[in-house]
């Protein structure tokens, strides 16, 4: 690829990151009129807490304002809660968007102090300009859980509560009654993936109909949807809104959002009166997106750029002889490499979490993390000796050797010094993308994401586990690239290479069909009245990541091997993009 293309790519990129970044922080901001801070304070058991605080530019100790605590759910962070934050700050309420404990930047473990919300909740109400008379809290999935503590810790901190895709009494939190919490509204989609666990009914549907939901209602029938039972005034009022979505979807849902602004403009004082069908939230999403887009972007472009200097140029070669499988064998290996991982994803992970690491310890403290990690390298296990099988029995006269599938230099052999040299190259851009997002959290508070997908900066100790984590994703993408470039490599009705684009876009198939699949027939159930086909539902949701993760890691090693002719750069890049954005995303467990 010539320079002056990847200049253009580079400048692309540039642009993508600044204006999405400037788009989101206009939103987010609401053109000037809210302030956001990075917030850090100490909470329970000297944990340090994390949360992002959006303040209404008049709000002060004389123009005290409404204020509402904002928890996400499990294995997310503060800024999944982007949609409430945003619409009612522009309300003109004050809003804490909390890191729960051992997630985004809050100090682990996982679940201690109530998931951290009295912390927050205590925090909200340390703030002159907060009206302590009007404070709501709000919290999606185990967010839920954790305002529901706060309100039992600090029974006289709150007014009204918000479940979003939540319930009372698990985990933790207080089993509602008419009584406890004050004025709830519950959200809960028709599709939620989780009512089984939040309120004992099979199906989302029939949440309503659930002795949990009556009780806490205070009524022996069946939840009528929108009908206000209690009152507003004793505290005792209690709504059930169920939107045409899912547990996830709830952070996308225009509906879900909107019921929160519409239950605290009907049980907090102090608000703005806009609609609730109002919404810009869904710009900084956007916004967020495109940024994301342009992080992808630069990391092509300046690796690209950086194989063009005096330094690591002897890495740009040629990409070598096609000898990957043809006809019927190849599509028969795509076929198996499609299917593989969505086949041995239950399987692996459980036998991971059960047998191999049953519990969190120092070097694996992140529990969804050590499941990852075990299919991962289970599946490079597999892949490997599905590559040696049809290397040397099914194509054993294919001629192809190590130069052909990108592992050695044919003047050279294993050349240790071109494959120190790429790594050193997959650090400098990795470093370079990390750059680019501090600067958008320094310039925009803002970072790189789209809906329950994210790339977050690292906290000191998060780093320090990043590189515990990634010796094992080496070995899965170096396996991945050497199937994919080596078996897999894509040819042309002649047999020659087809275009960088196609080839890529091609890979990117391969690489997240059999997840696209998977994830298609676990929700055709579930959208048509039944449940999950699989009974674990935070999995299946986990699942929903690997098609981004997929897809950057098939982009990155393919333009790498097309520019380098081998698999080093691109596995060397994906195990510390990748690595990097799973560990930093998501929750510690283990109590350091």
């Known amino acids: ?66 204020a509402v605590l904002a928890i996400h759910g499990y294995i997310n962070s503060r800024e999944t809660q982007d949609g409430f934050a945003i619409e009612l700050a522009r309300r003109g309420y004050v809003v804490l968007a909390l890191d729960q404990t051992g997630h985004g930047f809050s100090d682990p473990p996982a679940y201690a102090n109530g998931f951290g919300g009295p912390d927050g909740l205590s925090y909200l109400r340390s703030l002159d300009f907060v009206d302590l008379d009007n404070i709501g809290l709000e919290g999606h999935s185990m967010g839920g859980w954790s305002v529901v503590i706060a309100a039992a810790i600090i029974p006289d901190g709150y007014k009204a509560m918000v479940l979003e895709g939540s319930s009372t009494g698990t985990m933790g ?19 939620d993936e989780f009512s089984e666990l939040m309120w004992g009914s099979t199906t989302a549907q029939e949440v309503g109909k659930t002795e949990k939901m009556k009780k806490l209602f205070g009524t022996n029938e069946d939840i009528v949807e929108g009908k206000i039972y209690g009152s507003i005034d004793d505290g005792t009022a209690r709504v059930l809104y169920q939107p045409a979505c899912t547990h996830p979807w709830d952070h996308f849902s225009i509906k879900a959002i909107g019921y929160a602004i519409d239950w605290f403009s009907q049980t907090l004082n102090g608000g703005k009166a806009i609609p609730s069908s109002n919404q810009v939230w869904y710009w900084k999403e956007i916004g967020n997106l495109l940024a994301l887009i342009g992080m992808i972007i630069l990391v092509l ?112 052999g294993l050349s240790w010094r071109k494959i120190g040299k790429s790594a050193l190259l997959a650090i400098a851009v990795t470093f370079i993308a990390y750059l680019s997002l501090a600067l958008s959290d320094f310039l925009f508070k803002t970072d790189y994401r789209i809906w329950i997908f994210a790339v977050k900066l690292f906290t000191p100790l998060k780093f320090r586990i990043f590189l515990q984590y990634l010796i094992f994703f080496l070995i899965f993408f170096f396996i991945y690239s050497l199937v994919m470039h080596g078996q897999l490599r894509v040819r042309s009705k002649e047999g020659k290479e087809v275009s960088l684009s196609k080839e890529i876009l091609i890979n990117i198939v391969l690489a997240i069909l059999g997840f696209f699949i998977y994830l298609v027939l676990q929700y055709i159930p579930l959208f048509r009245g039944g449940t999950l086909l699989t009974p674990d539902p935070l999995w299946v949701i986990i699942g929903i990541q690997f098609l981004p993760i997929l897809s950057i890691a098939a982009a990155v090693s393919t333009f790498f091997f097309r520019a380098t002719g081998h698999i080093y750069t691109g596995a060397f890049m994906n195990s510390l993009l990748i690595t990097w954005i799973i560990v930093a995303g998501t929750a510690v467990h283990f109590p350091f």
């Open 1 to 66: 690829m010539s320079k002056r293309y990847l200049y253009v790519l580079l400048i692309i990129s540039l642009l993508l990151i600044l204006g999405g970044n400037f788009l989101a922080f206009l939103v987010q901001t609401d053109f000037g009129g809210v302030v956001i801070k990075d917030v850090r304070f100490m909470g329970s058991n000297k944990i340090q807490m994390s949360g992002l605080l959006y303040i209404p530019k008049d709000a002060s100790r004389e123009n005290k304002k409404p």
């Open 173 to 191: 939190a207080p089993e509602g009654n008419e009584s406890f919490p004050k004025n709830v509204c519950v959200v809960f989609s028709k599709y």
């Open 301 to 412: 472009a300046s690796g690209g750029l950086l194989l063009k200097s005096n330094f690591f140029k002897e890495l740009e070669e040629k990409t070598p002889t096609i000898k990957s499988a043809t006809g019927a064998t190849w599509w028969i290996s795509a076929v198996i490499f499609t299917a593989v991982g969505p086949l041995t994803y239950f399987w692996l992970k459980n036998l991971t979490l059960t047998k191999i690491i049953p519990k969190v310890t120092a070097f694996f403290p992140q529990e969804i993390n050590n499941g990852i990690m075990g299919w991962a390298v289970g599946n490079g296990i597999i892949a490997l000796l599905l590559f040696l099988l049809w290397r040397y029995v099914l194509d054993k006269n294919s001629g192809g050797n190590g130069v052909n599938f990108g592992l050695t230099w044919e003047r050279e």
